[in-house]
């Protein structure tokens, strides 16, 4: 059985940094390609970040480029998103997703197989 559990969420002001944590059990995050989504209220989840951490290759979406760096663990089997610079804008639920077996880049929510729960990231500014 496939479980993604994120955390490190909570609230920060503007300029914080936060780091978010994807501890994965059932599948091996090296193997597949390891994404972080959002979702503010009232909008539609939205990529954010991905990893394919076998080839070494990272993905971004252009709103946190420079701020964000995804990464990846393999002896503890987690992914991580280290965000730097907060803004308001980024406030939402973060959620971590796997796409299994598949290395070629995705951005969109039904390419991927599994997803965790969720943690809320809070920006005031």
């Known amino acids: 059985q496939v479980q993604l559990i994120e955390s490190g969420g909570g609230s920060v002001q503007a300029g914080g940094s936060l780091i978010l944590s994807c501890a994965a059990s059932g599948l091996t995050i090296s193997r597949n390609f390891m994404g972080w989504f959002r979702q503010a209220p009232g909008k539609e989840r939205e990529f954010v970040a991905a990893?394919?951490?076998?080839?070494?290759?990272?993905y971004y979406t252009d709103s946190v480029k420079g701020r964000f760096t995804v990464s990846g663990d393999n002896a503890k089997n987690a992914v991580y998103l280290q965000m730097n610079s907060l803004k308001p804008e980024d406030t939402a639920v973060y959620y971590c997703?796997?796409?299994?077996?598949?290395?070629?880049?995705?951005?969109?929510?039904?390419?991927?197989?599994?997803w965790g729960q969720g943690t809320q990231v809070t920006v005031s500014s």
């Open positions: 990893i394919a951490w076998s080839r070494g290759r990272t």
């Open positions: 997703a796997a796409r299994v077996g598949v290395f070629v880049e995705a951005r969109r929510t039904p390419d991927y197989d599994y």
